[in-house]
Structure formats: C-alpha cells, structure tokens
C-alpha cells in the first residue's frame, strides 16, 4: 500500500523490478516483464500505456511533484512464491503533471515472465521517492 507517494522529478512514473535472490539482483533484462496500464483524467480523458517485452513494469502514467500531488495506491502480487509467472495489479490515484493538474485514477496489471518465486521488489523513479509503503502479505 502507497501512502502520498511523491517523485522530486515533475512528470514522473513508479516503476518495479523483482528478485529471485533476496535483492542481490533485480529482473531487468529487456523482457523480462510485459504489463499495461489505462486510466481516466479529471478532465476527462482516458490515456493507456504497456509494453510486451521490457526490463521493468510501469505502473503508473507520469505524475506531478507540485506541493499535495502525492500518490495512493496498491500494488498486489500473486502467487510469489509459486514456480510460475508471478502476476501483478496496480490501483492508483494521485495527480497528473500537465499544466493544469488533473486528478488520475489508473489501474494496470502485468507479469514477470521468469518462472519462480519472488522473494524481493524494489519500487523507483526517476527522481527521489518520499512517502509511506507498507507491506503485507497471505498465506
């Protein structure tokens, strides 16, 4: 869960990688991942994005580092420590970095197309991330 998540880069996505050795290296060969993401503007108008073969998924479109543009949302995986393609959702709001800032909601998925367990992820940007991101896990 992502608590008023906010980038130092104005225009900015959040993007994850995965680990099979407890963070020792990251999934980041050019296609290890293929996910996509769409979502709806205040404005209104819809936008998606997703690639089919890339070294990391993107989970959100870019946002803004305005004051109070922050960023809220969660991030599920499934079936993580299975040997099969781990799968992954997305749910986010937070506010876009166009000129007049408009109010986001976007969801996505995508897989990790190794097989076998996940035991690491690492979120990043471009710029520097300050925020609050909790972890809980299903047995």
Known sequence: IFLDLITSSNADTLNMQTSSDKGASYDSGASDYKWATEGRHSQPNWYNSGDNADSQMT???TWGNA??????GT???YSPSAIQKTRITTDF?????????YSVQ?????TRLELGAVNAVRFFAT????GTIKLFGYK
């Open 127 to 130: 710029g520097n991330l300050t």
């Open 93 to 101: 709001s937070f506010d876009s970095s166009h000129a007049t800032s």
């Open 106 to 110: 976007a969801t996505g998925g995508g």
């Open 75 to 77: 991030v599920k995986l």
């Open 67 to 72: 004051a109070g543009e922050t960023m809220c």
């Open 59 to 61: 989970l959100n479109n």
